[in-house]
Nanobody
Framework: EMDLVESGGGLVQPGGSLRLSCSVS????????VAWFRQAPGKEREIISC????????FYADFAKGRFTISKNSAGRVIYLEITNLQPEDTAAYYC?????????????????????WGHGTQVAVSS
């Protein structure tokens, strides 16, 4: 089982940047994958990007290419999502989700159904 805790959200003016963090519990089993999602008011949840705990691969949803950057610390236990040039339409609750007990070199996917454990989210509001 994984525990994931998001942080770094807040109120930002249009054009600003934020770096969200997702702390992954230390008792994960085997390989693991983590993804960032967001859900805007009145909209369905959408996946933004994913990264693997050990394997260096990462992927972005099409809308996220360019302004979103996913990364991880050296231990792979903190997953970051940097968002630049924030716009009002980026206002949403941002969640990280993960799955563990995978092969050590498991590669992440952009399939929402592959992620079983969820954080509580961090709110991002973009407004002037």
């Amino acid at each position: 089982e994984m525990d994931l805790v998001e942080s770094g959200g807040g109120l930002v003016q249009p054009g600003g940047s934020l770096r969200l963090s997702c702390s992954v519990s230390s008792h994960v089993r085997g390989g693991f994958i983590v993804a960032w999602f967001r859900q805007a008011p009145g909209k369905e949840r959408e996946i933004i990007s994913c990264i693997s705990g050990v394997d260096p691969s990462f992927f972005y949803a099409d809308f996220a290419k360019g302004r979103f950057t996913i990364s991880k610390n050296s231990a792979g236990r903190v997953i970051y999502l940097e968002i630049t040039n924030l716009q009002p339409e980026d206002t949403a609750a941002y969640y990280c989700a993960g799955s563990d007990d995978l092969g050590l070199l498991a590669r992440c996917t952009l399939e929402s159904s592959d992620y079983f454990y969820w954080g509580h989210g961090t709110q991002v509001a973009v407004s002037s």
